[in-house]
């Protein structure tokens, strides 16, 4: 079992034909991923090819899912242009749409999250690492790798990972397979003010998942979505948390690296969300060095 992706998902990516698409493309194929089709309007009928692999590349998201049954896309698609491009997958039907671009105007973020309302399609993103699934073959090869984290770190287990930070899930991850601890789905939510996943959706699904049997959640300076996630989690959540805030030494009122990373009030600081996190039975890392041996100790596994 794992979480919104596994070796079956068939993924399409949006923006295959530019230079960073097409390299995290090669590097998905690599690892094992399902690629079944690319997407770059006005240049449907070319192939991505990388080692022995042949991808037919589209016009549009539609005709993508309906020649390969694509269920899952990835977007590589300049800002300017992706809340159109996660519209059109939407349009398309498809189960889950993971976008990594950076930089999408929040005015763009509003008018797509409207469109979304009652979709059946999930959003992962935007400004976002994406989704692993590690594999069970050699160095977790076989895995499904969507997006930009780096594939060889995972290694398949039974921790689930989720982080508004990139760099920090990929921290996480490496720390957790130093320690011998897999992981079962690792899911970068992205740091924007509006995305389409929340920590509290991630935690649902962790706990819900047979596999995952303990949780690495990673949040950051602004807005409550930690706090909510936690306190649902006390409710309901059975499974030992452990938790990381980024941006302790935030000044107030100044944005720090994610456009949703910036301290409006003293809910947004790094003390209170972790004192609420504390609250309520997860334990708290203080430094990000130790975020797995801080998850062991709550485990004891």
């Known amino acids: 079992m794992s979480i919104l992706v596994d070796e079956n998902t068939k993924v399409l990516v949006q923006g295959i034909t530019g230079s960073f698409g097409a390299r995290h493309t090669q590097l998905s194929i690599d690892y094992g991923t399902r690629i079944v089709a690319g997407v770059t309007p006005a240049k449907g009928g070319q192939t991505f090819e990388h080692s022995g692999k042949k ?50 105007p ?30 069970r073959g050699e160095k977790s090869h076989g895995g499904c790798r ?25 921290e996480a991850v490496w720390q957790l397979t130093q320690l011998g601890y897999g992981q079962s789905t690792c899911v970068g939510i992205g740091g924007d003010p509006i995305n389409g996943t929340s920590h509290l959706d991630v935690l649902q699904l962790f706990n819900d998942d047979p596999e995952t049997e303990a949780i690495i959640m990673i949040g950051e300076i602004g807005g409550n979505a930690e706090a909510e996630a936690a ?16 941006g302790a030494t935030a000044p107030t009122g100044r944005r720090m690296g994610h456009a949703g990373a910036i301290v409006g009030g003293e809910e947004d600081t790094a003390r209170a969300k972790k004192r609420i996190l504390a609250e309520c039975g997860i334990a708290v890392a203080e430094t990000p060095s130790v975020m797995a041996s801080t998850l062991r100790e709550r485990w004891g596994k």
Not at 67 to 90: K, M, N
Not at 232 to 240: R, V
């Open 55 to 104: 991808i037919p590349v589209f016009d549009t998201v539609a005709a993508a899912v309906r020649e390969t049954g694509a269920t899952v896309s990835v977007i590589f698609v300049p800002c300017v242009y992706s809340g159109d491009a996660i519209l059109e997958a939407v349009d398309a039907g498809l189960d889950l749409v993971v976008c990594i671009t950076e930089g999408i």
């Open 106 to 135: 929040v005015m763009d973020m509003m008018r797509v999250r409207a469109m979304m309302a009652g979709s059946k399609t999930r959003l992962v993103g935007p400004n976002c690492p994406g989704i692993v699934t590690p594999g």
């Open 146 to 170: 969507i997006g930009i984290s780096p594939g060889y770190i995972h290694k398949r287990g039974n921790v689930g990972v989720v982080s508004r930070s990139g760099t920090l899930t990929y």
């Open 231 to 246: 306190r649902w989690a006390k409710e309901y959540c059975k499974k030992p948390i452990a938790g990381f805030i980024a």
